[in-house]
């Protein structure tokens, strides 16, 4: 059974930085996609970061230079370093893991995620 468990949510003001965590279990983590995601109230979720199995990343445009997604496999732990937030970037955050057969890789697409977690609130204050 697939558990991804977020992690690091919270208020802060506009400037601040926050550190998400997720942690994952019941899954390959290794040989994993993983990705962050949002959904803001009203509005489609989007993707946010993503990592693959050999550590290339992609970002949207909107966190590029701000936002930090790493894993530590020993850990089956993804990260989102977030810094600079603005008012814009308050959504719930979720985990996503991405399972194929073999090394999953492809760093910049966010399409074929197979597991999510719960979420995390972000809320940034102007």
């Known amino acids: 059974q697939v558990q991804l468990v977020e992690s690091g949510g919270g208020s802060v003001q506009a400037g601040g930085s926050l550190r998400l965590s997720c942690a994952a279990s019941g899954v390959d983590y290794s040989k994993s996609c993983m990705g962050w995601f949002r959904q803001a109230p009203g509005k489609e979720r989007e993707g946010v970061a993503t990592i693959d199995s050999v550590r290339r990343t992609g970002y949207a445009d909107s966190v590029k230079g701000r936002f930090t997604i790493s894993r530590d496999n020993a850990k089956n732990t993804l990260y989102l370093q977030m810094n600079s937030l603005k008012p814009e970037d308050t959504a719930m955050y979720y985990c996503?893991?991405?399972?194929?057969?073999?090394?999953?890789?492809?760093?910049?697409?966010?399409?074929?995620?197979?597991?999510w977690g719960r979420g995390t609130q972000v809320t940034v204050s102007s």
């Open positions: 996503a893991a991405k399972r194929t057969n073999g090394y999953c890789l492809g760093g910049s697409d966010y399409t074929g995620y197979n597991y």
